[in-house]
C-alpha cells in the first residue's frame, strides 16, 4: 500500500496501515490511531469551540466516528485530512446547537481554555496574567470569526496544515483558502488592536 503514495511521510503511510488493520476490527491499531492523533484533535476542536471540557467531549465523538465509519475509508488524501474533516464536521454541530441555546458566557470559558493551557513554572505572577490575558484575548477574537474561517486559521496556525489539505478538509479551493485566511488574519489584527496598542 505504501508504494501507491510516495508523496506521502512514513507517519502518514503508518497512519493508512493502522486504518487498514482498523477495518478488519483490530483495536489495538485503533488506540495507536488514537494515541497518535488525540492530542491534536482536542487542541483544534478546544480553539474552535473555546472549551477543554466540550473539545473533550467532541474529540471522543471523532474518534467514535473513525472507528464507526473506518470500513468507509479509503486512502486518497492523507488520514489527517480525513480525520480534520470530521472534527469540523463535529465542531460545526456543536456550534449550532451552542447558537439554538441561550448564550453561556464565552469570555469566562476562554480565559478557563486559556488558563488551563498556560504552564506557570517559574514565571512571576504579572507574567502570568498578561499571558493568561493575553491567551483570552486571542482566543476571544478567534470565537469572533465565522467557523469557516476560524477552522481554517487553527488548521494553519496551530496544526501546520498545508493550503492544499485546508481545502480538502474545508471543501474549498486553494485561492479560496488563501482568501478566507487573509479575511481571518484581517479580523483577528482589527479584534485585537486595542488589546495589543495597550501593551
Same mark, same amino acid.
Request: aromatic letters at 8%; charged letters at 30%; one cysteine or more.
Given at each position: 500500500?505504501?508504494?501507491?503514495?510516495?508523496?506521502?511521510?512514513?507517519?502518514?503511510?503508518?497512519?493508512?496501515?493502522?486504518?487498514?488493520?482498523?477495518?478488519?476490527?483490530?483495536?489495538?491499531?485503533?488506540?495507536? =490511531?488514537? !494515541?497518535?492523533?488525540? $492530542?491534536?484533535? &482536542?487542541?483544534?476542536?478546544?480553539?474552535? %469551540?473555546?472549551? /477543554?471540557?466540550?473539545?473533550?467531549?467532541?474529540?471522543?465523538?471523532?474518534?467514535?466516528?473513525?472507528?464507526?465509519?473506518?470500513?468507509?475509508?479509503?486512502?486518497?488524501?492523507?488520514?489527517?485530512?480525513?480525520?480534520?474533516?470530521?472534527?469540523?464536521?463535529?465542531?460545526?454541530?456543536?456550534?449550532?446547537?451552542?447558537?439554538?441555546?441561550?448564550?453561556?458566557?464565552?469570555?469566562?470559558?476562554?480565559?478557563?481554555?486559556?488558563?488551563?493551557?498556560?504552564?506557570?513554572?517559574?514565571?512571576?505572577?504579572?507574567?502570568? =496574567?498578561? !499571558?493568561?490575558?493575553? $491567551?483570552?484575548? &486571542?482566543?476571544?477574537?478567534?470565537?469572533? %470569526?465565522?467557523? /469557516?474561517?476560524?477552522?481554517?486559521?487553527?488548521?494553519?496556525?496551530?496544526?501546520?496544515?498545508?493550503?492544499?489539505?485546508?481545502?480538502?478538509?474545508?471543501?474549498?479551493?486553494?485561492?479560496?483558502?488563501?482568501?478566507?485566511?487573509?479575511?481571518?488574519?484581517?479580523?483577528?489584527?482589527?479584534?485585537?488592536?486595542?488589546?495589543?496598542?495597550?501593551?
Amino acid at each position: 500500500m505504501s508504494e501507491n503514495f510516495p508523496e506521502f511521510s512514513a507517519a502518514d503511510r503508518q497512519d493508512i496501515l493502522w486504518m487498514n488493520c482498523v477495518k478488519q476490527g483490530d483495536m489495538d491499531a485503533f488506540e495507536c =490511531l488514537v !494515541e497518535a492523533h488525540q $492530542a491534536k484533535v &482536542i487542541g483544534t476542536v478546544a480553539k474552535m %469551540l473555546g472549551d /477543554v471540557g466540550d473539545a473533550e467531549d467532541v474529540a471522543q465523538q471523532v474518534f467514535t466516528r473513525v472507528w464507526s465509519s473506518a470500513a468507509r475509508y479509503e486512502p486518497s488524501a492523507r488520514f489527517t485530512t480525513w480525520l480534520f474533516t470530521i472534527a469540523r464536521n463535529l465542531a460545526f454541530n456543536e456550534l449550532r446547537r451552542r447558537n439554538r441555546r441561550p448564550a453561556s458566557s464565552l469570555d469566562s470559558e476562554a480565559a478557563e481554555c486559556a488558563f488551563q493551557v498556560q504552564d506557570s513554572h517559574a514565571k512571576l505572577p504579572s507574567n502570568i =496574567l498578561i !499571558e493568561e490575558e493575553t $491567551a483570552a484575548a &486571542i482566543q476571544k477574537a478567534i470565537d469572533a %470569526l465565522p467557523p /469557516v474561517q476560524r477552522m481554517a486559521v487553527i488548521l494553519r496556525r496551530y496544526q501546520d496544515v498545508s493550503y492544499e489539505e485546508i481545502g480538502k478538509i474545508l471543501d474549498l479551493s486553494v485561492p479560496a483558502v488563501k482568501s478566507v485566511l487573509f479575511r481571518a488574519r484581517t479580523e483577528l489584527r482589527e479584534q485585537l488592536r486595542d488589546f495589543l496598542g495597550d501593551e
